[in-house]
């Protein structure tokens, strides 16, 4: 069953303005991961957190993890037309064999 | 060119006939993933490979059957007992599928409609 649930499912800003998406999930994990998916397209992975981090950063990406919530954040700061696509957090539990829990999903849309 | 291929991109079937999905891997990563994406909605689990000659069923392996004869191939066959076989497949790989997770690699999909 999926675990991530993510929030919102659909985000439209301007071009410049920072852009948030949460992920919650259900039971204790080993790491999480974010990917993105331009429409029609395979995924792309962005950006790994292992449950003993708080925060990675990576370009204009920011993630944190919040394991006492079951929680994690993606930030994209100064969003570009060219980030318009679907972001995807993605769970990895202990004792699954390194299989990827999948939310739904965040369509994001950076109108330029 | 190191990545993952899929082939072709669009598929098209008529009910009741049985289809293959290739998917190739030049990344020399053992593990290997199938999944299925329908509109609006995230990635599911089809089957799984941790390493050649074996496979393990997803979450919603039903209707669909696997090989793994060689390490950089894993094809996917979507067989006449699947209900709703229309929908983008997605295959990805892995460097390991044991012990902590690694990120994985995704080819550019097939999108497979059947009428």
């Known amino acids: 069953s999926q675990q991530g649930e993510e929030d919102p499912q659909a985000l439209s800003i301007q071009e410049g303005e920072n852009a948030t998406m949460n992920c919650s999930y259900k039971t204790s994990i080993n790491n999480l991961q974010w990917y993105r998916q331009n429409s029609g397209r395979g995924l792309v992975h962005l950006i790994l957190?292992?449950?003993?981090?708080r925060e990675k950063h990576s370009g204009r990406l920011r993630v944190t993890l919040d394991t006492s919530k079951k929680s994690s954040s993606l930030l994209i700061t100064a969003s570009r037309a060219a980030d318009t696509a679907s972001y995807f957090c993605a769970t990895v539990h202990y004792n699954q064999g390194g299989k990827l829990i999948f939310g739904q999903g965040t369509e994001l849309s950076v109108k330029p | 060119d190191g990545g993952i291929t899929q082939s072709p991109k669009y598929l098209f079937r008529k009910e009741g006939q049985n289809v293959t999905l290739s998917c190739e891997q030049n990344?020399?990563?053992?593990?290997m993933y199938w999944y299925r994406q329908d509109p609006g909605q995230g990635l599911r689990l089809i089957y799984y490979s941790q390493i050649v000659n074996d496979f393990q069923k997803g979450d919603i392996a039903e209707g669909y059957s696997v090989s793994r004869e060689k390490k950089e191939s894993f094809p996917l066959t979507v067989t006449s007992a699947q209900k709703n076989p229309t929908a983008f497949y997605l295959c990805?790989?892995?460097?390991?599928?044991w012990g902590v997770g690694y990120e994985q690699y995704f080819g550019p999909g097939t999108r497979l409609t059947v009428t």
């Open positions: 957190i292992r449950s003993n981090e």
């Open positions: 990344l020399n990563h053992d593990a």
């Open positions: 990805a790989s892995s460097p390991s599928a």
